[in-house]
Structures are given as C-alpha cells and as structure tokens.
C-alpha cells in the first residue's frame, strides 16, 4: 500500500517520514482528537482529577461531553488507534481501517454535526448549551471540508508502510 498515487516531488522532503510515506499533519491529528472527544474527554478529565485540577474545572468539563457523541467518538477514536498504529508491523485491520480514514472521518464529523443540530433544535430556546452545540457544528464542518478537500490527507490515507 506504500505507493505513491502523487508526484513524489509534489511535497518537501520533511514532510515523509523514514520509510517515505507522507507524515499526517498536525491539523488531521486535531481534527482526530476532536472528532472523538467523548472518549479522549473522559481520559483528559481523569488525568486532570490525578494531576489535582480543581474539581469545578472537572466539572465544567463534564458539561462538554455527551453520550449522546459517543458513536461518532468511536469512529473517529479507529483513525486514532491507526495514527498511533502505522507502522509496518500493524495488523490487516489497522491497515484496513487506514485506508478509508478520509471517509471514517468525514462520517464521523457528519453523525456529530447531525446530534449537534438535533440537540439544538430540541432545546427551542436560544442558551449557553445551544450557543455552545452551535460553535462545535461549525468546528466539526471546518474538519468534515478539511478532511474532504486537502489533498495532503487524501494522500496521507493513500499510504501505509510496507510490511
């Protein structure tokens, strides 16, 4: 799966990595790590409870997740597990789910616009919560077209290294 369907010369040197597949950008880590923040807010909020935040901060964190979030969390936690996998020894699913990222996480970003629009509208009124629902759609379509329109992510999915 490590062959380049790009010009090779299409990027700079720095941007591959030592087996010469392309480096995922900072920017797709981002949008992976937000796609599934109602498993990584969990984690973030049991190590700021280890590390002796203050509970009202964890508190006011709790108000951010939402089970509800859970199964585009899920889908975009795969693409996690295969940014953190992809290396030449990962198994058939890594490389597998590798493969179709771009859709995995447009998918996910889509399910997660979609609860954010239903939690608004069953609201009625116009409050923080909503407000706040509102600014995470409009940061999820800011990485649902990220994730469908740079070339560099279609490239990066494009590759795995060679076994």
Same mark, same amino acid.
């Given at each position: ?6 010009? *090779? %010369? ?22 992976? *790590? ?5 498993? *990584? ?16 901060? /964890? ?37 597998? /789910? ?28 116009? %409050? %923080? ?35």
């Amino acid at each position: 799966m490590h062959r380049h369907s790009f010009p *090779t %010369n299409s990027y700079p040197e720095s941007y591959y990595d030592d087996r010469m597949c392309l480096k995922p950008p900072l920017l797709l880590w981002l949008a992976a *790590t937000y796609l599934s923040r109602a498993i *990584t807010l969990p984690l973030l909020m049991a190590i700021a409870h280890f590390a002796g935040v203050d509970s009202r901060a /964890i508190s006011a964190l709790r108000e951010y997740w939402s089970v509800d979030s859970l199964i585009p969390s899920l889908i975009a936690a795969l693409i996690m597990v295969a940014l953190f996998r992809r290396v030449p020894s990962a198994p058939r699913p890594v490389r597998w /789910i590798w493969a179709r990222g771009q859709i995995l996480l447009a998918v996910s970003a889509i399910l997660d616009i979609a609860l954010q629009a239903i939690a608004a509208i069953g609201q009625g009124e116009i %409050n %923080n919560l909503s407000l706040l629902s509102a600014a995470a759609a409009v940061v999820d379509l800011y990485f649902l077209v990220y994730v469908l329109a740079a070339s560099r992510v279609r490239h990066v999915f494009s590759e795995f290294p060679d076994p």
